[in-house]
């Protein structure tokens, strides 16, 4: 396989499938003895995979769903475990298409200050952009693993990238039914807030089809529904006529809001449609409900009882980070960030169907490691969506929802033992269809000959999802959970690798990253 980069899907997986089958007992077994000695850790380095073609695999019987079991190492986000020790060779985690953290990040930065450390995530920052992944012919996933050495000796990156078919044509989506959930607070008085979300909503409503419906709840001390769900067809004038009522009041009652929200979502429930809850909102709770995990809670009732899903869209120059990406996570969702209209309208029109429509159902990835290649890795971001190694194929575990058009990068730094050579990394996702939620998996391979390559002088795609997580990881300096990323450049040299792939590319997108990467060094300064 050499230098060339490892694109495998269907095809290539099932070679593998009947093989890591035979070997789950055997990892089970492994996985029980590690949680019951205590710390898991041991330092001879010794192979615990079983055998030497194919690293340890997840156990095909599910948990119970539990935090019994789990072992200590790279995949519980301890900060004192953040590089994985033997024999602890698996990262499992639920996938996670939000970009909220970016687009906050760089809307703080426009405004002159650096953003708190807490808000920032760096798989957010690498899913915000564009790759150019392989995509499947039907549902579910295509698999990409591909990676390159950095100046740390010793020291890769290797990435692992998801992609969903594309976005079919408006037409053929099928029909979607609405409940945007706006925040009418005084803070959203602002420009940038509630003015953006109308003029979004106009677009949108003349842009959505006739078999489409669409309801309006309004929340500021108090929630209101303004306009139950109603089927667009004829009604369009009478959707315009709410939406330009909107005006901003007083006080942010959150927690009423989603409320309201889920009550009119499941009482213009409609079968065969895409029923999702889209909230508006700065998310800043400071009336009636502040309790965020009593606002969880009714979230996780409705989802699990009527599959309603929630997207949330943060506004504003003060935001709740925070609050809106826990809601989304409990709501099966995701969220993204808008401050101005050319964003929003991307968000909210030409992004549509991705945003409303699902693939997928709590999608999880689990990436294996060879323990006679890699000495030790550590995954870039992904804190707050770990999920047991043994509950990967759990199919009752949370994972993520992923929509058509999507792709979701998990990037690595791995460090490689001195002349290593062979098999280095097995990465698989599992999905739910959801319609039937019949489990899927597909799986691909990495060798350490996919590493031959300069990092900054591999792939555009690769480079990109490189420079996007270093810029987080600068970002996040402060934050004393984190230990800096092998060989992180400084942020003038991150800024000119940005320009030159905005100038290779013609990606307008990097462009601005490379902005945003200026405006953090002379801050900074």
Known sequence: MGRDHIRARATGSRRLRGTLLALTAAGAVLLTGCSASGSGNSSDGADKSGGRDLPLPAPAQPSSGTAQGQQEGEQTGAPDREIAPSPDYLSTFALDVDTASYGYARRTLANGRIPDPSTIRPEEFVNSFRQDYERPDGNGFSVTVDGARTDDDGWSLVRVGLATRAAEDDRERPPAALTFVIDVSGSMEEPGR???????????????????????????????????????????????????????????NLGAGVDTGYDTAVEGLREGATNRVVLISDALANTGDTDADS???????????????????????????????????????????????????????????????????????????????????????????????????????????????????????????????????????????????????????????????????????????????????????????????????????????????ATATEDTELRRLADAIRQATRLRD
């Open 194 to 252: 509630l003015d953006l979300a109308k003029d979004s909503l106009d677009v949108m409503t003349d842009r959505l089809r006739d078999d489409d419906s669409l309801a309006l709840v309004t929340f500021s001390d108090d929630a209101e529904t303004v306009l139950p769900m109603t089927r667009l067809g004829d009604h369009r004038g009478r959707v315009h006529d709410a939406i330009d009522s909107l005006e901003p009041q007083e006080s942010t």
């Open 295 to 501: 606002i969880l809670e009714r979230i996780s009732d409705a989802r699990r009882e009527d599959g309603i899903t929630l997207f949330g869209v943060g506004v504003g120059s003060d935001y709740g980070d925070a609050l809106m990406e826990r809601l989304a996570d409990k709501g099966d969702g995701h969220t993204t960030y808008v401050s101005n209209k050319d964003e929003a309208r991307k968000v909210f029109c030409d992004q549509l169907p991705q945003n409303i429509d699902l693939t997928a159902r709590d999608a999880k990835a689990q990436v294996a490691f060879d323990p006679q290649t890699v000495e030790k890795f550590r995954l870039i971001g992904y804190d707050d969506r770990k999920v047991a190694d043994e509950d990967f194929r759990n199919d009752r575990v949370d994972g993520g929802e992923v929509g058509p058009g999507h792709t979701v990068t998990a990037l690595y730094a791995v460090r490689t033992r001195p002349g290593a050579s062979g098999h280095l990394a097995t990465a698989s996702v599992r999905w739910l269809d959801p319609d039937t939620r019949a489990p899927h998996e597909e799986s691909g391979q990495l060798e350490t000959g996919s590493l031959d390559d300069d990092l900054w002088t591999s792939s555009h795609g690769l480079q990109v999802a490189a420079t996007a997580a270093y810029f987080a990881d600068a970002l996040r300096q402060g934050d004393h959970r984190w230990t800096d990323l092998p060989a992180r450049p400084p942020l003038s040299e991150l800024a000119v690798h940005a320009d030159k792939l």
